[in-house]
């Protein structure tokens, strides 16, 4: 986005007011909000005091709108800067706004720049009786009638060189001119011959319902041939699912009271019953200590256990609690559980 600036200093009038007209507009924006909420009615009072100071906005109307709105001055320069409805800069009487967009210039929007060059001068300058200023902006969204501009609050619509050299020449001479498209077009519709639209089918009744009958007839034979292909791809074989997908399946049954009963077998040993039966075992166990405790399985690895107080060393590769490193008569770096490996007095492997 382009930086946008105030006008100059030697362009900037000493002073701005608003005038009644202005000042009652902006008593009836004012209203709409609540109370302490009066800066969201900052862009319809820049627009009005842009349209008292001639469509442009000098620094004391910002100023104006700022105080009036009780809003410090950079605020309302933000939004004024921001939104390019809002001139900085002193335009013509006539401010012409022109389409330079892709549309406009597929439709002749490079022959009304010529024009506006030839008549007025380069943008952004006014010319010498104060009537017309011009300015390159996007797309005004009249495409289907390009090319076109936007002349203060007006579209002028289907130019050509010609045509708008007589709009021209009749704003600058005070003549009345017409809005809108300049080649007759109603609004947007087609220009000259309408050719869509056009069969009388679409007007006597004859095309309602008939869509329905025919929908019917070709669903018809649809409708067999997606039934024989739906049949005809079923599998003969049809083999279980893998995995089964928490789908319940039949499987053997454990060996339980319920199918020895089924089965004609007695559901429950004697042996058994008697057993569980009897009070001096029912819910006594064997316990550990009478059995013994298990030895802890053994891994490969050799672990040397930490000796107690009174404890003699049992293994000379290990040193003494509290004995110095340097007095110790080995090193325990791991190299007497390897196999293979001898280490000696003087800490030489071999």
């Keep these: 986005m382009a930086v946008r600036k105030l006008a100059p200093e030697e362009m900037q009038p000493e002073s701005f007011s608003f005038s009644s007209e202005t000042e009652a507009f902006a008593e009836q924006q004012i209203a709409k909000y609540p109370p302490g909420r009066q800066a969201s009615a900052v862009i319809p009072l820049l627009w009005k005091a842009q349209e008292q100071a001639g469509g442009w906005l000098p620094r004391k ?3 104006a709108v700022a ?5 410090p001055f950079i605020r309302v320069m933000e939004v004024a800067t921001f939104y ?3 001139n900085l800069e002193p335009v013509g009487q006539y401010f012409i706004q022109f389409c330079g967009t892709t549309p406009c210039v597929l439709r002749g929007a490079g022959d009304i720049k010529k024009v ?3 008549r007025i001068g380069e943008q952004n300058h006014v010319t010498a009786d104060g009537k ?3 300015l390159e902006v996007e797309c005004l969204g009249a495409c289907c009638n390009a090319p076109m501009v936007q002349i203060n609050d007006d579209y002028y619509e289907d130019l050509t060189t010609e045509n708008f050299e007589k709009l021209l020449d009749d704003l600058a001479a005070g003549r009345p001119v017409k809005t809108g498209s300049q080649i007759g077009r109603n609004r947007s519709e087609p220009f000259e011959a309408v050719n869509t639209l056009q069969d009388p089918s679409l007007y006597d009744g004859s095309q309602i319902g008939a869509w329905r009958k025919r929908f019917e007839e070709q669903a018809q034979p649809a ?3 997606e039934a024989a292909a739906a049949a005809a791809s079923i ?3 049809v083999k279980a699912a893998k995995p089964t997908a928490g789908r319940a399946i039949e499987s053997e049954a454990a060996d339980t009271p319920a199918k020895r009963a089924k089965e004609g077998e007695t559901p429950v040993n004697p042996v058994d019953q008697k057993e569980a039966g009897d009070p001096s075992v029912a819910t006594k166990g064997k316990s550990h200590t009478e059995e013994g405790a298990q030895a802890a399985p053994q891994s490969s690895k050799s672990y040397v256990a930490s000796p107690g107080k009174d404890a003699v060393p049992t293994s000379p590769t290990t040193p003494e609690a509290g004995t110095p490193l340097a007095q110790a008569e080995t090193r325990r770096d791991g190299s007497e559980s390897k196999p293979g490996v001898v ?3 003087d800490n030489k492997t071999s």
Excluded: Y
Aim: glycine share 4%; hydrophobic share 40%; no cysteine.
């Design 67 to 71: 105080t009036r709105l009780d809003m």
């Design 84 to 86: 390019t409805m809002f």
């Design 343 to 345: 280490v000696d007095k």
């Design 235 to 237: 599998p003969q074989d």
């Design 223 to 225: 409708a067999t041939g």
């Design 116 to 118: 506006l060059e030839k």
């Design 132 to 134: 017309f200023s011009w």
């Design 61 to 63: 109307a910002i100023e």
